[in-house]
């Protein structure tokens, strides 16, 4: 396992365990984070994480992100 963090661009995973308190893997887990899920890295600006996940864009902060293990 390893952070989303450390996918190259252009590269699919799936989702191994979100980490983090309640209230945030809460909210990763309704912009569809959801261990079992599978993830696209479209690319990172600043360490930020734009990503295709459930047919949507998301951009996810590095904080985040090193939550998501993959």
């Known amino acids: 396992m ?3 963090t450390m996918i190259k ?3 699919r995973a799936s989702i191994k365990k ?3 308190r309640e209230e945030t893997r809460q909210f990763l ?3 569809g984070f959801i261990p079992g ?3 696209t890295v479209i690319t990172q600006i600043n ?3 734009i990503v295709n996940i459930k047919e ?3 951009a996810v902060s590095r904080e985040m992100a090193v939550k998501i293990m993959v």
């Open 2 to 4: 390893m952070p989303l």
């Open 9 to 11: 661009p252009g590269s």
């Open 18 to 20: 979100v980490g983090g």
């Open 29 to 31: 887990a309704t912009l």
């Open 37 to 39: 899920s599978y993830v």
């Open 47 to 49: 360490g930020n994480v």
């Open 56 to 58: 949507s864009r998301v």
